[in-house]
């Protein structure tokens, strides 16, 4: 292994890309004072790693930068690049040649590469200390350390044979192996800490998970029976859709009838009031005929009255004493009074002929007439009938409607709930076909068929098993983990923090009346916790002990170990308070102890 190149880049005086070649053997680099023989060694002791600018002849790590000159303007950041021919495998990498490269920006970010490939100050360091060419190894003897290392005290000179023996590496990883071992023994500590802490808690969390067992079989049994329910009444309402479809459409061919009979009825009412306005003008003709009739009637009476009394006059005896008129003359008057009385007698009978044929007339136009008015009033109470059985049968199909359309509202969700569950089942069905796929194994023979079909069966009834297992804990994972989470924040926030409550909690071995935090303790119903830890305030934080004493005990160790103040809340048997002695709450409010189970 030998330096093979060094390629400087506005690395302090070397403004432009210079590149120094180097051959096996012993390399001189002669010139007068100033012309950057020295930077060419803080080029090297910068590219393997340099970080103070003191080592660099320098203020600060800045000024590595080219600066400027009268003739060339500053440069905005420095590079250096060096090659090692690595053909003897002297350095740990599988390259026979190796290219490290360092460059700085001006306003202060640093890049590193190894052969191209971008890596950390610390992979240089490392890759340099196993070859014995470190930043810290003495391969580079500036002005002044030759005399440093001939006039060192015999401890110096160790750390300067060490390092020629490639002991240094070793020391400074075994340092940092003991840094790492420290920080695994806080750890470890800490760690002990929350062990004895969960155990504490061990106890009342066993009970409160067979608690939440117990509580998740009864929800998966819930949910199997809520699923039954819905099927059930699934198939009850798609009964009930079917009998009200087939009742919409029986009262829909009832409407039609309901309908024709209307049409029918309108029909007939029409053809009866044609036939009152046919009949109209004879009724009106045989009321006349009436009329003239009876006041021919009247008339001829009057005639027959004054015939009649003209008789009685012709009939009576002559007076003596006044002479009367000519006899002749009175026998043809008679006769002609006779013929008159009897050409009324035979006009009288026949004005009764026709009197009895138009009353015979009226009496069957009266009973057209009340029969159509009969008829008039049975089809308008029919269309009364009708129309309101009609709006019967409207709010009927209406309502039936209104219930399809429910019906269908909760057949979608019942849908939307078979279809979740059929994915659910589709999820089971891969988990179990995975387990087959993993259970199952190739065998061509015919001796093992039973068994392998019995360990089929039995690894897919564990499948099942497992599937259920799946599905039952991707429902309460969400709760469990937000459970748990806020456990785990507890039992940290109370582990780090250094006061005199988490002292307490680290010796609860020595103080057997000791029962943990308040927070702890309590079982909170879900949905109340933040409302309960908002009333109990720091309270929430004290310390629960058995009684008096161990409260003294538990104060003697604060007092002596001077960790802190703690609260703490001293456990007192008692009969069962009286709540009717205590205030009214208001709508929707609960007492805080009746959220604790």
């Given amino acids: ?125 490392e890759l340099l200390s196993d070859s014995g060419i470190g930043r810290e190894m003495h391969v580079i003897v500036g002005q002044g350390q030759l005399s440093a290392i001939l006039e060192s005290k015999p401890e110096e000179r160790r750390a300067f044979i060490e390092e020629a023996a490639g002991v240094l590496k070793h020391r400074k990883r075994k340092e940092k192996a003991l840094r790492k071992l420290d920080a695994m023994q806080a750890n470890l500590t800490r760690l002990t800490d929350l062990t004895a802490e969960l155990r504490r808690q061990l106890k009342p969390l066993g009970k409160q998970a067979e608690i939440a067992r117990r509580a998740q079989a009864v929800q998966a049994e819930l949910r199997d029976s809520k699923l039954r329910l819905h099927a059930d009444d699934l198939v009850i309402q798609r009964g009930d859709l079917h009998r009200d479809e087939a009742d919409e459409a029986a009262a829909r061919t009832r409407r039609t009838e309901v309908e024709q009979l209307v049409q029918q009825a309108s029909a007939k009412q029409s053809e009866l009031e044609q036939l009152v306005a046919e009949d109209a003008p004879i009724l009106q003709q045989a009321q006349e005929t009436w009329y003239r009739l009876s006041a021919l009637e009247e008339r001829l009476r009057g005639t ?17 004493s006044r002479g009367g008129r000519d006899p002749d003359e009175l026998d043809a008057e008679a006769e002609q009074t006779a013929e008159r009385e009897a050409e009324l007698n035979e006009a009288v009978t026949e004005a009764r002929i026709v009197l009895a044929e138009s009353s015979e007339t009226r009496a069957e136009l009266e009973r057209t007439v009340t029969a159509a ?165 720091p309270v929430a934080d004290a310390i629960a002990v058995n009684g008096g004493s161990d409260a003294f005990a538990a104060l003697e160790l604060l007092r002596s170990s001077d960790s802190g103040r703690a609260g703490l809340l001293i456990g007192a048997g008692g009969p069962v308070p009286d709540r009717s002695t205590w205030p009214m709450l208001p709508p929707g409010a609960r007492w805080a102890v009746d959220c604790v189970r």
């Fill in 373 to 537: 008015e009969k008829a008039h009033l049975a089809a308008v109470r029919l269309i009364a009938d009708r129309r309101e059985g009609l709006a019967r049968l409207t709010g009927q199909v209406e309502a039936l409607r209104s219930k399809n359309n429910a019906s269908a509202e909760e057949i979608e969700r019942l849908s939307t709930s078979l279809a979740e569950a059929g994915e659910r089942a589709e999820i089971a069905r891969i988990e179990l076909a995975e387990q087959q796929e993993v259970t199952g194994t190739e065998d061509e023979g015919d001796a093992g068929v039973e068994e392998r079909h019995l360990q089929a069966a039995e690894a897919e009834k564990i499948a099942r098993a497992r599937v259920e297992e799946l599905v039952k804990a991707e429902r309460t994972a969400d709760k469990e983990i937000s459970s748990w989470k806020a456990r785990v924040d507890a039992l940290s926030l109370g582990l780090t923090r250094k006061d005199g409550a988490g002292a307490l909690l680290a010796a609860g071995d020595r103080l057997p009346g000791l029962l943990g935090s308040v927070a702890a303790l309590l079982t909170v119903e879900p949905g109340a916790e933040v409302a309960l830890a908002a009333a109990l305030g």
């Fill in 1 to 125: 292994m030998h330096l093979k190149s060094l390629t400087l880049k506005g690395f302090k005086s070397f403004a432009s890309a210079t590149t120094l070649r180097f051959e096996p053997g012993i390399t001189c680099v002669v010139g007068p004072n100033g012309s950057g023989k020295s930077n060419v060694l803080d080029a090297l002791r910068w590219v393997m790693g340099e970080g103070s600018a003191k080592g660099l002849r320098g203020g600060k790590m800045e000024d590595v930068i080219f600066a400027g000159t009268a003739g060339r303007a500053p440069l905005g950041r420095a590079e250096v690049t060096l090659t090692i021919d690595n053909s003897d495998g002297a350095l740990p990498i599988d390259y026979t040649e190796v290219s490290i490269t360092r460059r700085m920006f001006r306003e202060g970010a640093t890049e590193y590469e190894i052969n191209g490939s971008s890596c950390r100050l610390l992979d240089i360091q």
């Fill in 304 to 320: 027959v009255r004054l015939a009649v009394e003209r008789a009685r006059h012709l009939s009576a005896p002559p007076e003596a």
